[in-house]
């Protein structure tokens, strides 16, 4: 896929793109404890340097690779493709179960083209479509939500959203390691874009009030005060109606993000789809329904995409676990 390359919206010199994470000198993380998170990163920016084709052989290989030693994530994909796809055949759910590992491997070398690339190569690689619906929401001079899930694509995505011209927030849950964290604060706002942390949600209604643009993935297990149950899949999930709450505080456009890795690996298509009419809907479960619905046909584009290696569907203390079942 060829595009023309961008250049990055510039930010503002007082845009505060870590949100008030301090970034610490790296110095600071050098004792021997911290070593296999530095390997881990040498392996990474070299894979992100190969060729994007040998990247992709790479990818299924190790992904094959993957899918016999990493039992655990294993069984979790697989009991996740059995709950959400009862009518498909056990050889179909395995096929989209190796796939996705492919798929995991390919995350990687993702991080590190967002890290780490320093040649356009991005801009080359993912087409952004629909910009035309997010241009028409900021004319309206509202606050725009983009409305993601956690495909294994998400990296790459958020830092494709440069490409519409604008500064985009993207709220993030901090990783626990401090290096980690640290490495990618450096690597993601690298190219413009202000990171929020997932405790300082706050920062994301001011942006929307202020008529910013927030990428938001909300589909991940929330067993928090407000909890909800909706179904994901067909399946009953613990779900967050935090959706709800921000369009009201805010009055900003919901336009549905998602991204899709191409089959024949030449690249991404990142979609804005229409704003979402009649959202919300004074019913909180019906708006996570239909956010849902949205997740189900994207995923459907591209099943091994979605993050089925994820522990989705577990459920509150006492309650039937399906992730107990021996190991597939």
Known sequence: MSTTATTPPAAPADRDLTCGVPLVPLTGFLAPRWWPVWIGLGIVRVLAALPWSWQGALARGLGAIAWRVARRDRNVTLVNLRLAFPAFAEEERRRIGRRHFDSLVYALFETGLVWFDRHGRIDRLARLEGREHLERALAAGKGVLLLGAHFTTNEIAATALTQAGHPVDVMYKPSDNPLINQLALRGRTRRGGRMIPSDKFVE?????????????APDQRFDGDGRIVVP?????????????????????????YFPRRLPDGSGYVMTIGEPLADFPSGDAHRDVG???????????????????????????????????????
């Not at 994301?204 to 938001?216: A, N, P, Q, S």
């Not at 067909?234 to 805010?250: E, I």
């Open 290 to 328: 239909r956010y849902h619905s949205l997740i189900e046909a994207a995923t459907h584009a591209a099943p091994e995409q979605y993050l089925w290696s994820y522990k989705r569907f577990k459920p509150l203390p006492g309650e039937p676990d399906p992730y107990r079942a021996p190991p597939a």
């Open 204 to 216: 994301t209604l001011r942006t929307l009030k202020r008529g910013g643009i927030v990428l938001y």
């Open 232 to 256: 994901l899949f067909g399946v009953p999930a613990l779900s967050n109606p935090g959706t709800t709450f921000v369009v009201r505080a805010t009055k900003c456009a919901v336009l549905p």
